[in-house]
């Protein structure tokens, strides 16, 4: 049997973790669970450590972001575990997930990681099998609403809120871009890795997310980091994708947003998109 760890990022969010957490001990295939808790409160933690006593807690003393705090806890177990399953804190998964996910990327050591079908937290409607490439961008793919799609290698790459993913591929490809802060670090990541030859997989395993509960949907740090870091990667990978992000998804949110009279929430994508040309990192100051 395979060694599996779990990473949890939390930063001050104990109901949410705690029900992440639940389905995680539960799983059918054991794994162990790595609270990584980026820079909380110490009463959050503490009271995470007390309802939790079998889990593992690595606290840091500030919030270094999704990547930054994901890389944490991969430093931290990457010697002693096979796979590490990075789940966002405000994920519930099904109790087979890891045991179907794991079952399928044993099949082909070119698999370097798995996301499961995440659907919207209690709804039977799929957010993400993946993503495909649209219109200079990478958007959720959908593929069926409802129905068992099955295990296959999505259009372009994996969500990075359920993601399963081999410590040997992690060894040979490096962790992810910490200067990303938050938002496509697991872009950047599934882009490297497809172009070293490995596959990814969408499993018939299911997740429930509860959709950036914790930085907020179209809060403005979500809007500066989704278009900075979508011109951050996209940069890396050609002149001519670097490009067509720039003319393309830009230009759609900027009608949209003009459209439904959300001036003060453009300011904020745009910011990003000036910062993401400009080449600026790490967290927002």
């Not at 808790?37 to 007390?50: A, F, I």
């Not at 798995?114 to 993400?128: A, H, L, M, R």
């Not at 890396?236 to 998804?249: D, H, K, P």
């Amino acid at each position: 049997m395979k060694t599996v760890y779990a990473i949890v990022v939390n930063y001050g969010n104990f109901e949410d973790t705690s029900e992440c957490i639940k389905s995680l001990l539960n799983q059918n295939y054991p794994c162990k669970v790595l609270l990584v808790d980026n820079g909380s409160e110490m009463d959050v933690v503490e009271k995470l450590r007390r309802a939790f006593p079998e889990i593992e807690v690595l606290r840091l003393n500030e919030n270094l972001g999704y990547a930054g705090g994901c890389n944490a806890g991969i430093r931290r177990v990457i010697d002693r575990a096979d796979y590490v399953f990075l789940v966002n804190n405000d994920v519930v998964v099904e109790r087979d997930a890891l045991e179907k996910m794991i079952g399928e990327m044993e099949r082909d050591k070119r698999i370097a990681a798995c996301q499961p079908v995440v659907k919207y937290y209690g709804e039977d409607v799929i957010w993400s099998a993946g993503t495909r490439f649209f219109l200079g961008y990478p958007k959720l793919h959908l593929k069926n609403k409802k129905d068992d799609i099955g295990t296959f290698e999505p259009p372009f790459g994996l969500v990075g809120c359920a993601m399963l993913v081999k410590t040997s591929a992690l060894k040979d490809l490096g962790l992810f871009d910490e200067s990303l802060f938050m938002m496509h670090e697991e872009t950047d990541w599934c882009t490297r890795a497809k172009k070293k030859g490995y596959k990814l997989l969408v499993c018939s395993a299911v997740a429930y997310h509860k959709v950036s509960r914790s930085i907020g949907l179209f809060s403005p740090d979500y809007l500066y980091y989704i278009s900075r870091n979508w011109l951050l990667v996209a940069r890396r990978a050609g002149i001519m994708v670097f490009l067509y992000a720039l003319l393309t998804e830009p230009l759609r949110i900027a009608y949209y947003f003009l459209k439904v009279n959300r001036k003060k929430d453009l300011v904020h994508y745009l910011t990003g998109i000036i910062h993401g040309i400009a080449g600026v990192r790490g967290k927002r100051c």
